[in-house]
């Protein structure tokens, strides 16, 4: 258990409406990655962040909006939700050294 | 950009059958290389890894070897069991910008062992 928690777990929402998901980490580690899943293609990076208030962009983050002000937590907001952006969200996070990434239980995103 | 392919799922086996998932990748330079498991309605958990050409990442009976020649690190197990039934995501370290190794996975593999 590498000590990440996800909130909520499961959301539904309408297009239009601003969502924010939140990850929440108990060990102190300095990188932290959002990352959605969906069919046919794997996990994607949306945004990553190297530290307090040090994020940036990956592979899919038109849309999406990160915020980190404590090292505990990362916020992903999706501005305006859309039906494209309905996916698993998994936060993840890695230790100062080495390569691992430790993985959250997920968020479930359902946008009608 | 860096990418990897996994083959086709789902894969439907007996138990104590033999297993291989093929993951192939391209890359620049010489990223490490990572299994990771999904079980139903859980979050990824790391099953083996390896860091350099050659190494061999092995836990729980599955193994699989770094090879550079052919860019692949095909995940296998001797025999598997009903447990084993899960998604597979192969994928590769890419990058590193001030020091945030990011993760480039595979598109997933179900697997399924009937009992």
């Known amino acids: 258990d590498a000590g990440i928690t996800q909130s909520p777990r499961h959301k539904v929402t309408e297009t239009g409406t601003p969502v924010t998901l939140r990850c929440h980490q108990t060990?102190?580690?300095?990188?932290m990655y959002w990352y959605r899943q969906d069919p046919g293609h794997g996990l994607r990076l949306i945004h990553y962040s190297y530290g307090v208030k040090d994020t940036d962009k990956g592979e899919v983050s038109d849309g999406y909006s990160v915020s980190r002000s404590k090292t505990e937590d990362f916020l992903l907001t999706l501005e305006s939700a859309t039906s494209s952006q309905t996916s698993v969200y998994f936060c993840?996070?890695?230790?100062?050294?080495?390569?691992?990434?430790?993985f959250g239980p997920g968020t479930r995103l359902l946008v009608l | 950009g860096d990418s990897v392919t996994q083959m086709e799922g789902p894969v439907t086996l007996s138990e104590e059958a033999f297993l291989t998932i093929n993951c192939t990748y391209t890359a620049t330079g010489y990223p490490s290389l990572f299994w990771y498991v999904q079980y139903p309605g859980e979050g990824l958990q790391l099953l083996l890894k390896a860091t350099k050409a050659d190494d061999k990442g092995s836990n729980k009976g599955f193994e699989a070897t770094y090879r550079k020649e052919t860019t692949s690190f095909h995940l296998e197990k001797g025999s598997v069991q009903v447990s084993d039934s899960a998604v597979y995501f192969c994928?590769?370290?890419?990058?590193?910008?001030?020091?945030?190794?990011?993760?480039?996975f595979g598109q997933g593999t179900r697997l399924t062992i009937n009992p």
């Open positions: 994928a590769l370290s890419s990058g590193r910008i001030q020091g945030a190794q990011k993760l480039v």
């Open positions: 060990e102190n580690h300095r990188y």
């Open positions: 993840a996070i890695k230790g100062n050294s080495g390569e691992t990434q430790y």
